[in-house]
């Protein structure tokens, strides 16, 4: 349960940010966006094999980073704003297992 509040308020601070860029002063929202991406990962994801994740992550990033859905008329350039701000909180949640993976190898001391 506690994942999946952590991933919806990560989605709707991405759709807050997507559709109304600095509504939040002071930078509060990306900010946010990028804890609860680490969160949700550290939370949810198998370090040991986060293969579906970090596939996501990547095919997000790219869709944002080629513009893809600019191509709807009239929202399209609000869709895509908003997967730019998914792409960040996904491409969090690989920083966030990269670091319990790297926890885990040096706990374990199978470096």
């Given at each position: 349960?506690?994942?999946?509040a952590?991933?919806?308020l990560?989605?709707?601070?991405?759709?807050?940010?997507?559709?109304?860029?600095?509504?939040?002063?002071?930078?509060?929202?990306?900010?946010?966006?990028?804890?609860?991406?680490?969160?949700?990962?550290?939370?949810?994801?198998d370090?040991?094999?986060?293969?579906a994740?970090?596939?996501?992550?990547?095919?997000?990033?790219?869709?944002?980073?080629?513009?893809?859905?600019?191509?709807?008329?009239?929202?399209?350039?609000?869709?895509?704003?908003?997967?730019?701000?998914?792409?960040?909180?996904?491409?969090?949640?690989?920083?966030?297992?990269?670091?319990?993976?790297?926890?885990?190898?040096?706990s374990?001391?199978?470096?």
């Amino acid at each position: 349960m506690a994942t999946r509040a952590v991933y919806g308020l990560a989605i709707l601070a991405a759709v807050v940010e997507g559709l109304a860029p600095g509504a939040v002063p002071g930078g509060l929202l990306p900010l946010a966006m990028v804890v609860l991406g680490v969160a949700y990962a550290v939370m949810n994801i198998d370090a040991a094999n986060p293969q579906a994740f970090l596939t996501t992550a990547l095919v997000v990033a790219a869709a944002g980073g080629a513009d893809v859905l600019s191509n709807v008329q009239a929202v399209g350039g609000y869709l895509d704003a908003i997967v730019d701000q998914v792409a960040v909180v996904y491409l969090s949640g690989g920083a966030g297992v990269l670091g319990v993976r790297a926890w885990n190898l040096i706990s374990k001391g199978s470096l």
